[in-house]
């Protein structure tokens, strides 16, 4: 994990930083904050979160997304790792073209299960991935 994150629930205050970060990163879902939401945070300020919702015991992870500057230093590992541990299973929607984040959700154990076709509001498929948690 990188050095000096830290890892808390997200808070109201915290929003205008997330969307800066969205700003910051076109290929990453464009959620408003209206789920949980899990932020990791150096030197005080918001470097990235994860937006999810834990329903039964299954997991949905709605949007992940680090600052620019942060990527490839174990931000976003350390928030799925984090959520890993809240529910037995996971399941999450990533834009076909979307090959880093495709990427990195099969090296952190995701599968593929299916897509929709169409699913985003410019006609982009969605491919579907699921991860029973590695902590079981």
Request: hydrophobic residues 45%.
């Amino acid at each position: 994990m990188a050095e000096d994150l830290v890892l808390r629930q997200g808070e109201s205050g915290d929003e205008e930083r997330m969307a800066a970060i969205l700003a910051g990163a076109p290929e990453a879902a464009q959620w408003k904050n209206e789920f949980s939401t899990l932020v990791a945070e150096a030197g005080g300020e918001v470097v990235g979160f994860a937006v999810y919702r834990i329903v039964a015991g299954e997991g949905e992870l709605l949007n992940l997304a680090v600052e620019a500057g942060w990527r490839r230093r174990g931000v976003a590992t350390a928030l799925l790792d984090r959520l890993m541990a809240e529910a037995g299973l996971w399941h999450l929607e990533v834009r076909e073209s979307n090959e880093k984040a495709i990427a990195f959700y099969q090296r952190c154990g995701f599968e593929w299960v299916g897509e929709r076709r169409g699913y985003y509001r410019d006609g982009e498929t969605a491919l579907l991935y699921s991860c029973f948690s590695r902590t079981e």
